[in-house]
């Protein structure tokens, strides 16, 4: 059973860019979470996702980034425009339905650089 | 807001000695989680402590909740080189969303 996977681990964008961050849960976890890291700091929730539904999205900036888990495919974190202030890593976590387990499994991150 | 502090915020000991974190919260929990991240890596999930639980083994690790302190720590014990890294607590608020609020963590460093 693979674990989450996030792609690309690395990416480096240019201000005013887009970025898109791709994670795939685990198999058989309905339950998608996004966190962002800064260096030296503990990780801040971002938005917490189920299929085709964003349940609660109280640690998104309000304007520039936007998420989706659609019914088929990985869950997207989308960033446009991108500013300097946006380099940090960007963890997905992915957790199975309700009653099964409360543990998130967290990917390898994904970490922005924005020159 | 709830948040989890953890301290100390760094920690260097020999290996064969053992190593206490501590985490404390504001809010009522659900469960409290213990993450390890080695440098520049994701997190490794190390325990689960449900908020009805006081005590909890794993291997080396021992957990204890004291939720009337709101209040975690966590002992790594006859620690070694491997054990390097930093762990962070995690909290999972009563009523919430199921999002994890997590500290600024413990960076371990266990000398060879």
């Known amino acids: 059973n693979a674990g989450v996977m996030q792609n690309p681990r690395h990416l480096v964008r240019r201000r005013g860019q887009e970025a898109r961050l791709r994670c795939s849960p685990m198999?058989?976890?309905?339950?998608v979470y996004w966190y962002r890291q800064l260096p030296e700091e503990g990780l801040k929730f971002m938005v917490y996702?189920?299929?085709?539904?964003?349940?609660?999205e109280s640690g998104m900036p309000k304007e520039r980034f936007s998420a989706e888990f659609p019914k088929e495919g990985p869950s997207i974190l989308r960033i446009q425009q991108v500013v300097r202030g946006d380099s940090a890593a960007y963890f997905c976590?992915?957790?199975?339905?309700?009653?099964?387990?409360?543990?998130?499994?967290f990917g390898p991150g994904t970490r922005l650089t924005v020159l | 807001s709830q948040q989890g502090e953890e301290d100390p915020q760094a920690l260097s000991i020999q290996e064969g000695e053992n190593a206490t974190m501590n985490c404390s919260y504001k809010t009522s929990i659900n469960n409290l989680q213990w993450y390890r991240q080695n440098s520049g890596r994701g997190l490794v999930h190390l325990i689960l402590i449900r908020s009805n639980e006081r005590e909890k083994h794993s291997g080396r690790l021992r957990v204890t909740l004291d939720t009337s302190k709101k209040s975690s720590s966590l002992l790594i014990t006859a620690s070694r080189a491997a054990d390097t890294a930093s762990y962070f607590c995690?909290?999972?608020?009563?009523?919430?969303?199921?999002?994890?609020?997590f500290g600024k963590g413990t960076k371990l460093t266990v000398n060879p």
């Open positions: 198999k058989g976890h309905s339950h």
């Open positions: 995690a909290t999972d608020a009563k009523g919430g969303s199921e999002k994890l609020v």
């Open positions: 976590a992915s957790s199975p339905p309700a009653g099964v387990t409360d543990t998130q499994y």
């Open positions: 996702l189920q299929k085709e539904n964003i349940i609660d």
